[in-house]
Each structure stands twice: as C-alpha cells, then as structure tokens.
T-cell receptor, first 111, second 113 residues
C-alpha cells in the first residue's frame, strides 16, 4: 500500500522560515504535491514535483528526492495568513492513477 | 473560487438514511475525484471518474457509489449511513493533460445523527 508521514504540528514566528517534511512509501510513484487548507476551507494546490530538485514559487518552495522517498515544503517570510494545514500527496499508479494524501501538518504562525 | 461547485453545503440526516452529494467540475475538466475528510484528518481518496467512466478506486465503502453524467457533473451516493460517515466530502477536478493540480470544491459537510 501507500503511506506518507509528515509532522502533525509545526510552530514558527512571523517572518521566519519553516520546513515541513514528508516521507512516503508507494509503488508506481509519479510525483509529490503540496496543498494548503485553511480551517473550514477547501484544499488549494501549492506545488508539484516530479523530478528531483527544488521548485520555487514566490515565498514557497518544494523539494523532492526520489531516491530518498522524501520531500519538503519550505515557507519563507512567514505571515500570519500562512497558519493552515499543509498536506503532502503522492501521485502514483497503483491500479489506476491515484493521489494519496498525508494526514497533514498544522502550521501555527505566531506574532 | 476554484470553479468547482458542490451542493449542498451542509447536510444533516439520520443513521440508516441515504443521501446524494453533487459536484460540477470546472468548465472543460473531464476528471472528477471524490474525497472524504473526517475531523482533523487527511483526505481519503474515494473514487475518480474521467469523462463518465470510473478510472480509479480508493477506500470507498460498498455502501457508497458514484457516477459521472454526460454533462460531466458527478454524484456521490451514500447509503445505510452510520455515525462514522459524518465528514467533509470534497470533490475535485483536473484539466485534461495536467492531472497534477487538483481544483477542489468547497465541500459538503455531512452530519449523521
């Protein structure tokens, strides 16, 4: 089967940098995505990595190492509005293409 | 606003009942995905449709079924409801040729009493 592990909670200070790690185990791996979800809201797409390396989109960057089955989301210049849950998700071909989500990391940004 | 719509927004029903959740994907998107999110949990993949056909199945219970209609809207049917089925149900869609970014609807909050 598939499994993803990410920390349940992370706390950081406004203006700081925070890294949310994700390790995964799956066959038929295609790529790793990150989604943000505010309380009561819908998940919104942040990034997708299919190849090893760092992808940067504004204040957010995402990294993937396929050989280590590991990725991370890096949030820079943290703002209060970044307080949310962050989910990593693997896209894998296991009896059809599926996107399997981790349990999520709740990020608290403090003033 | 992602462009994906879901109705109803809230649904309260009793155990043993049957409900239907509706989803309309973004204009032009052929793929629809259904997810269940229980309180403070991650998203559990239920099922995916592409242009009316089932493409992938996740941990969907036999009491649950779904379909995608010719106009591409999708319905998720939940029957013999149990207390544990109380959750947020999200629908998402992806554009053809780019399945990596899913656009989520606002969700339907189901409460089973």
């Amino acid at each position: 089967g598939q499994s993803l592990e990410q920390p349940s909670e992370v706390t950081a200070v406004e203006g700081a940098i925070v890294q949310i790690n994700c390790t995964y185990q799956t066959s038929g791996f295609y790529g790793l995505s990150w989604y943000q979800q505010h309380d009561g809201g819908a998940p919104t797409f942040l990034s997708y990595n299919a190849l090893d390396g760092l992808e940067e989109t504004g204040r957010f960057s995402s990294f993937l190492s396929r050989s280590d089955s590991y990725g991370y989301l890096l949030l820079q210049e943290l703002q209060m509005k970044d307080s949310a849950s962050y989910f990593c998700a693997v896209r894998a071909n296991t009896g059809g293409f599926k996107t399997i989500f981790g349990a999520g990391t709740r990020l608290f940004v403090k003033a | 606003d992602s462009g994906v719509t879901q109705t109803p927004k809230h649904l309260i029903t009793a155990t043993g009942q049957r409900v239907t959740l509706r989803c309309s994907p973004r204009s032009g998107d052929l793929s629809v995905y259904w997810y269940q999110q229980s309180l403070d949990q991650g998203l559990q993949f239920l099922i995916q449709y592409y242009n009316g056909e089932e493409r992938a199945k996740g941990n969907i219970l036999e009491r649950f079924s779904a379909q995608q209609f010719p106009d591409l809207h999708s319905e998720l049917n939940l029957s013999s409801l149990e207390l544990g089925d109380s959750a947020l149900y999200f629908c998402a869609s992806t554009p053809s040729g780019n399945y990596n970014e899913q656009f989520f609807g606002p969700g339907t909050r189901l409460t089973v009493l």
